[in-house]
C-alpha cells in the first residue's frame, strides 16, 4: 500500500482525512498489526476480518504495508482478475520507492523473475504454455507406481524398528524423490537434494549453497536431455513449440521442483496428522465410507500447504472488499483465511470431503499447473503407507506435535509414530490389497495338469453352437416360474396358502 491518503469518496471534511484502516496510520506499534512478529497468525486474520471485514491493511518486516485478503470471494476476484491485479512486483510501489531492502526476508518470493509465474499477457500464455503442455504428458498410472515404489522403499528403512518421524522419514522425502523420477533425474534423488530444497524455502545460512546445489543438478539435467531426448517432463519442456531456452528451460524446473516439493511435503504431513489424530476420519477410512483422496481435500481446506501467497499487485485504483486500492499496493493473497471465510464455512466443522473449491491451489492465469500431481501424491502415499502399516499410531499427545510457523506457511518439525515392527518388503512387489485372488477350486476339473507340454496339448475345434429356430406356427410356450423369495414364501404362508 502507499503512504498516500486514500480519498473516499463523497463531500464531508472529515472523510478527507485517511481513514482507520489506511496504512499512513500507525506504521509502528499501536498501529496496524505486523504479521511477522505475530505467534497466533489465524486469530489475527479473524481479529482483523472482524475490524476491517473482507481485506485489511498489515505491516511485514521493515514496516512495509501491504493488504491482507481475506474473504474467499474477493481472493477469487483478484486472482481471477488480471486487468486489475498481477504477479509483476516491479510495479509494487514500496520497491520502486527503495524501501525494500536488499536482505529483506521476502524478497525471494517478491523479485520478479522471467517465468511463467510472474509473466502476464502472450508471455505468460507461451511459458504456461509450454509447463502445463510438459505436465499433461506425464502418465498418471506412470506416477502412482513411482509413488508406490518410492513409498515401500521408504517404509523399508523404517519398518523394521517400530517407530519413525513421518515429517523428516517419510513426508520430505516422498515428493522429491517422486518428481525427480518426473524430470528424468532420479540419480539425483538424495537426502543432500531434500536438505538443499529445505535450506532454501526456510532461509538457513546454506540456503544460497542449497540453491546453488539444486541449480546445479538441474543445469546438468537440462544439457543431458537437450542432448539425448527421453519420455520425461524436461525433455518434453525443451522440445515444446514454445522454444524455451535452456536458461528458461532451467528456471521453470526449478519452480517445479521446489513448489512442488514445498506444497506436497506439507500436505503429506498435515493428511497424516489428520488421519492419526481424528478417530472419526480413522474409522470411516477402515470402514470405507471415506477415501483418502477425499481427506486430501478436506486437509487442502483446514491447513493448507501454504497459509498465504506474496503477492499481487493493483494495476490501477481500484476496490477489493470495500476497500480503496491504489495502483501499485501490494496484496497478499489469503489462502488459510480465505478458506475459514464464515460466510462461506458458518461451521467449521462441517464435512469438506470432496469439496475443489478451496483456495489452496491459487485460481485463475496463475493456478498451479501441477496440483493433481500434488494430489495424487499425497492420496497414493498416505493409502500405500496405511495399507503397509495398518496399526499405525501417534507416539505423543497432540497438543506436543510442534510447528513451524511463518506468514507464508505453517507446517509440522516432527510426525512421530509407533507400530508393530515389520519385515522389509520387495519395492518391485504388489500391495496385498492389488493382488490377484486364486482361482476357485470347482474350476479345478476343467484345466490341464501343469505337467503336461503346451506343445502337447491338442488344440481344440471351435465349437459354433446351432440355435433351434422357432416354429410361427407352434403356440407360445409360457414362461418358467421364477422362484420364489424369502418375503413371498413368507407372505404365502402367513395367507395360508
Request: proline share 11%; with cysteine; hydrophobic share 35%.
Amino acid at each position: 500500500m502507499t503512504p498516500e491518503h486514500h480519498v473516499p469518496t463523497g463531500t464531508d471534511d472529515a472523510l478527507l482525512a485517511p481513514p482507520p484502516g489506511c496504512p499512513a496510520h500507525g506504521l509502528g506499534p499501536g498501529g496496524l498489526h505486523r504479521l511477522h512478529e505475530t505467534e497466533d497468525l489465524p486469530q489475527l486474520y479473524e481479529e482483523l476480518r472482524a475490524e476491517h471485514g473482507p481485506v485489511a491493511p498489515a505491516l511485514i518486516h521493515d514496516d512495509v504495508p501491504l493488504w491482507v485478503v481475506l474473504g474467499l470471494a474477493e481472493n477469487l476476484q483478484m486472482v481471477s482478475t488480471p486487468a486489475r491485479f498481477c504477479r509483476d512486483s516491479r510495479i509494487w510501489t514500496p520497491l520502486r520507492q527503495g524501501r525494500i531492502r536488499p536482505g529483506h526476508p521476502y524478497l525471494p518470493h517478491i523479485a520478479w523473475q522471467p517465468i511463467c509465474a510472474h509473466a502476464e499477457g502472450d508471455e505468460h500464455k507461451r511459458l504456461r504454455g509450454a509447463v502445463t503442455g510438459a505436465i499433461s504428458t506425464i502418465d498418471h498410472r506412470t506416477l502412482r507406481r513411482h509413488i508406490n515404489r518410492h513409498t515401500q522403499r521408504l517404509v523399508n528403512r523404517f519398518c523394521e524398528g517400530g517407530r519413525a518421524d513421518l515429517v523428516g522419514q517419510f513426508a520430505e522425502h516422498l515428493p522429491m524423490a517422486v518428481m525427480c523420477e518426473l524430470l528424468g533425474m532420479p540419480d539425483e534423488y538424495g537426502d543432500r537434494l531434500v536438505e538443499a530444497a529445505r535450506d532454501m524455502l526456510e532461509g538457513t545460512s546454506t540456503a544460497i549453497a542449497g540453491n546453488a546445489y539444486i541449480m546445479d543438478a538441474l543445469a546438468r539435467l537440462t544439457a543431458r536431455r537437450r542432448a539425448r531426448p527421453d519420455e520425461d517432463l524436461t525433455s518434453y519442456l525443451l522440445n515444446h513449440p514454445a522454444r524455451l531456452t535452456d536458461d528458461e528451460v532451467r528456471e521453470h524446473l526449478r519452480v517445479i521442483l521446489i513448489a512442488a516439493y514445498e506444497t506436497t511435503a506439507n500436505l503429506v504431513a498435515n493428511v497424516l496428522r489428520m488421519v492419526l489424530t481424528d478417530p472419526g476420519i480413522r474409522a470411516r477410512l477402515s470402514g470405507g465410507q471415506t477415501t483418502v483422496p477425499q481427506a486430501v481435500e478436506q486437509s487442502l481446506w483446514d491447513e493448507p500447504p501454504f497459509s498465504t501467497v506474496f503477492a499481487y499487485f493493483a494495476k490501477q485504483d481500484t476496490e477489493l472488499g470495500g476497500k480503496l486500492i491504489r495502483k501499485g499496493d501490494g496484496l497478499l493473497f489469503g489462502i488459510a483465511p480465505g478458506n475459514v471465510d464464515p460466510r462461506v464455512r458458518p461451521d467449521l466443522s462441517a464435512d469438506m470431503m470432496g469439496n475443489r473449491s478451496h483456495l489452496a491451489f491459487g485460481g485463475g492465469p496463475h493456478e498451479c499447473p501441477g496440483q493433481d500431481i500434488g494430489r495424487a501424491i499425497a492420496g497414493t502415499g498416505v493409502d500405500a503407507l496405511l495399507m503397509r502399516l495398518p496399526d499405525i499410531r501417534l507416539d505423543c499427545a497432540e497438543d506436543e506435535l510442534r510447528r513451524r510457523s511463518s506468514i507464508v506457511s505453517r507446517h509440522l518439525v516432527e510426525l512421530p509414530v509407533w507400530f508393530e515392527p515389520r519385515p522389509q518388503r520387495d519395492i518391485r512387489e504388489r500391495p496385498p490389497h492389488a493382488t490377484i485372488p486364486p482361482r476357485p477350486a470347482r474350476y479345478a476339473d476343467f484345466e490341464k495338469p501343469a505337467s503336461e507340454p503346451a506343445a502337447a496339448r491338442p488344440r481344440p475345434e471351435p465349437v459354433i453352437p446351432s440355435w433351434p429356430r422357432p416354429d410361427p406356427a407352434a403356440p407360445p410356450q409360457p414362461e418358467p416360474a421364477r422362484p420364489q423369495g424369502a418375503r413371498q414364501r413368507l407372505v404365502r404362508w402367513w395367507r395360508g396358502y
